[in-house]
Protein backbone atom coordinates (compact mmCIF):
# COMPACT_ATOMS: atom_id res chain seq x y z
CA UNK A 1 0.00 0.00 0.00
CA UNK A 2 1.00 3.47 -0.73
CA UNK A 3 0.74 6.91 1.44
CA UNK A 4 -0.48 10.04 -0.04
CA UNK A 5 -2.35 13.00 0.73
CA UNK A 6 -5.39 14.70 -0.65
CA UNK A 7 -6.45 17.97 -0.51
CA UNK A 8 -10.56 18.45 0.02
CA UNK A 9 -12.72 21.26 0.69
CA UNK A 10 -14.49 21.57 3.19
CA UNK A 11 -18.18 20.24 2.08
CA UNK A 12 -16.69 17.51 0.58
CA UNK A 13 -14.45 16.61 4.03
CA UNK A 14 -17.75 17.07 5.97
CA UNK A 15 -19.70 14.68 4.15
CA UNK A 16 -16.92 12.18 4.02
CA UNK A 17 -16.16 12.49 7.93
CA UNK A 18 -19.90 11.97 8.27
CA UNK A 19 -20.42 9.00 6.45
CA UNK A 20 -17.44 7.78 8.11
CA UNK A 21 -18.48 8.62 11.73
CA UNK A 22 -21.78 6.82 10.81
CA UNK A 23 -20.45 3.68 9.00
CA UNK A 24 -17.52 3.33 11.64
CA UNK A 25 -14.82 3.20 9.10
CA UNK A 26 -12.67 5.63 8.18
CA UNK A 27 -12.33 9.10 5.80
CA UNK A 28 -9.25 6.74 3.97
CA UNK A 29 -11.23 3.81 3.44
CA UNK A 30 -14.26 5.68 2.06
CA UNK A 31 -11.62 7.19 -0.53
CA UNK A 32 -10.21 4.02 -1.13
CA UNK A 33 -13.39 2.24 -1.72
CA UNK A 34 -14.92 4.90 -4.05
CA UNK A 35 -11.63 4.89 -5.84
CA UNK A 36 -11.38 1.47 -7.01
CA UNK A 37 -15.51 1.22 -7.32
CA UNK A 38 -14.74 4.13 -10.03
CA UNK A 39 -11.73 2.95 -11.22
CA UNK A 40 -10.96 -0.82 -10.89
CA UNK A 41 -14.84 -1.58 -11.20
CA UNK A 42 -17.01 -3.71 -8.68
CA UNK A 43 -15.84 -7.03 -8.37
CA UNK A 44 -18.83 -8.69 -9.55
CA UNK A 45 -19.30 -6.88 -13.25
CA UNK A 46 -15.46 -7.66 -13.75
CA UNK A 47 -16.22 -11.19 -12.79
CA UNK A 48 -19.28 -11.13 -15.01
CA UNK A 49 -17.48 -9.68 -18.01
CA UNK A 50 -14.69 -12.49 -17.43
CA UNK A 51 -17.78 -15.53 -17.33
CA UNK A 52 -19.57 -13.84 -20.25
CA UNK A 53 -15.88 -13.83 -22.18
CA UNK A 54 -15.26 -17.49 -21.30
CA UNK A 55 -15.87 -20.20 -24.25
CA UNK A 56 -16.96 -17.23 -26.57
CA UNK A 57 -14.65 -18.53 -29.59
CA UNK A 58 -15.73 -22.73 -28.92
CA UNK A 59 -18.40 -22.70 -31.29
CA UNK A 60 -16.28 -21.88 -34.22
CA UNK A 61 -15.26 -25.46 -35.64
CA UNK A 62 -11.93 -24.04 -37.48
CA UNK A 63 -9.09 -22.18 -36.00
CA UNK A 64 -7.91 -20.45 -39.02
CA UNK A 65 -4.05 -19.69 -39.45
CA UNK A 66 -3.75 -15.71 -38.07
CA UNK A 67 -2.31 -14.54 -41.74
CA UNK A 68 -5.01 -16.14 -43.64
CA UNK A 69 -7.54 -14.78 -41.60
CA UNK A 70 -6.65 -11.38 -42.44
CA UNK A 71 -6.10 -12.23 -46.33
CA UNK A 72 -9.45 -13.27 -46.56
CA UNK A 73 -10.70 -10.09 -44.61
CA UNK A 74 -8.71 -8.12 -47.76
CA UNK A 75 -10.28 -9.76 -49.80
CA UNK A 76 -13.53 -7.81 -49.80
CA UNK A 77 -15.08 -5.07 -52.15
CA UNK A 78 -13.73 -1.96 -49.69
CA UNK A 79 -11.16 -0.90 -51.77
CA UNK A 80 -13.20 -0.45 -55.07
CA UNK A 81 -16.16 0.57 -53.18
CA UNK A 82 -14.24 3.68 -51.67
CA UNK A 83 -12.99 4.25 -55.45
CA UNK A 84 -16.79 4.68 -56.87
CA UNK A 85 -17.71 7.71 -54.32
Known amino acids: ?13 NV ?3 RARSQGTSISDLV ?3 ARERYMGKLEGRR ?4 AFV ?5 RSESPDSIEYVRNLRRGSRIE ?5
Open 48 to 51: EAMQ
Open 32 to 34: RQA
Open 81 to 85: RLGKQ
Open 1 to 13: MKRTQLYLDDDLW
Open 16 to 18: LHT
Open 55 to 59: GIRKS
